[in-house]
DNA sequence: AGGACATCGAACCGATCGGTACCATCGAGG
DNA sequence: CCTCGATGGTACCGATCGGTTCGATGTCCT
């Protein structure tokens, strides 16, 4: 039957809830895991909604990547912020929120950066750029207030944690990873405050 | 024609040569980027050909996986030995050979890890697990040497930086990401032989 | 009341996928 | 010389892909 008795026609809310199953679907499958009939089954609509919504496969994998990045980089800017003004305080709590990501159940590593280098091609290595972009703002900021002698070298070199911790706590199994990439972050700010030590 | 005059057949060498292809193409494509026929026409080999040396196209992808883990891990090996008795030299010299790598044209990341993240389920995983606890076994020697309080901690440590460097490096642009991380790894070799020195 | 809009379900499209079968043709080894 | 294995080329298979279209049916707004 074409439209159920009874339901609330809300163009709006459809669209979010084809954004919020290809969101999870996508991550879990695979960009190419996974066909338009499986997401539109999935998402309890049919193609033509879909292809309303969204245009195209890509312009849905765009829209859910899009919206991905908006979410991880406010996830992160809170987490910091909550974390009060010392600066390691603000990058500890970074990483023990990616920590807690790493562990929870069905953590595949990042989406953004799985679907950039699934897709070598297309929208995803932008918005994986960006996104990186987004978290070196966020890290530089805290470098700067750390006093680091180059807080831009320092929030690339913490982002390069970041990215590889996720890696590795997908394909390595992820005991310890997150504790261990913390540390080693932490490390690295003091370091960079009182450089030369030995050596 | 089947078979052209004046080649000589040899059935190890056909093999080796669709295995060549195989990899370059494979990671430039992608996995799901090329199909079988793409493949053989790249190789200059019949379907039937590639079938028989291979049984499969996860077949094809699982060889061309486990030769190139054996490649990379005796190749940094290698650039290690080559650095002389000093394990900070020896980190150094991994972080260099992986910053030559990087800026390479045509680098897209680690082929072993894009694998994995493109095909959840199937061999490329523990391809990839195995090919990490290869590179631990290096790192950690070297670490050791360096008279590292937890060896195994910072060989793990310096793992994430180096599959996050491939990632940063592929995603974000190559400029300074295989310096930036060698400094890392040494700032942390350093860190390690004497901890606490600030708060 | 009535028209615009939203939706489902299904049929349909051409293309491509991984994989198999067959055959003519060649080199290699007895 | 003559068989046998390796090979290229081609056709073919069923399945699936992303995408389009159409009609029936319902809600929403005026």
Known sequence: MPVDKGVTLDPARTREQILLVATEVLYEEGLDGVGVVGLCARAGVSKETLYRHFGSKEGLVRAT???????????????????????ADQLGAIFDALAGWYAEPGFRGCAIVNAAVQHHEGAARETAARHMDRHLELLSGIAARAGAAEPDVLARQILVLMEGAAVVADLHGVAGTGRQAREAAL????????PASGG
Request: proline share 6%.
């Open 187 to 194: 490390t690295l700010l003091r370091a960079s405050a009182a």
């Open 65 to 87: 990547l899009q919206a991905r990045s908006d979410r991880v980089a406010r996830w992160l800017r809170e987490a910091a912020a909550a974390a009060g003004p010392e600066p």
